[in-house]
């Protein structure tokens, strides 16, 4: 699997860990963050492996080994992915390098 791969594999799991969720009164919050999240993961599948975003996930130590554990951004990223409820793709995945540095 290739890294752009494994993160948008990674932000769809999320967002069908939001669509799993119920929320009385949640004024539809964990749908608004799935569709955000599946936006996320059609943005980051299209991207090349070199594109420079994919590089900076990998320089904070986000993948795991070539053919290993996928697409891991450690604690911090994970929160940031779990309220994430909306924006561009691009600021989501431009926001997880910093996050993921400060918990390496």
């Given amino acids: 699997m290739s890294r752009?791969?494994?993160?948008?594999?990674?932000?769809?799991?999320q967002a069908r860990r939001r669509l799993d969720r119920v929320e009385s009164n949640d004024a539809g919050r964990n749908a608004r963050s799935a569709l955000a999240?599946?936006?996320?993961?059609?943005?980051?599948?299209?991207?090349?492996?070199?594109d420079p975003l994919i590089e900076?996930?990998?320089?904070?130590?986000?993948?795991?080994?070539?053919?290993?554990?996928g697409f891991d951004p450690g604690p911090e990223?994970?929160?940031?992915?779990?309220?994430?409820?909306?924006g561009e793709p691009r600021e989501l995945i431009?926001?997880?390098?910093?996050?993921?540095?400060t918990t390496a």
């Fill in 4 to 13: 752009s791969e494994s993160l948008a594999a990674y932000f769809r799991a």
């Fill in 37 to 50: 999240l599946l936006d996320a993961a059609a943005y980051a599948a299209a991207l090349p492996d070199d």
């Fill in 56 to 69: 900076r996930l990998a320089k904070a130590g986000c993948f795991g080994a070539p053919g290993g554990d």
């Fill in 77 to 86: 990223g994970t929160r940031l992915v779990r309220l994430w409820e909306g």
């Fill in 94 to 101: 431009l926001a997880l390098p910093s996050v993921a540095a």
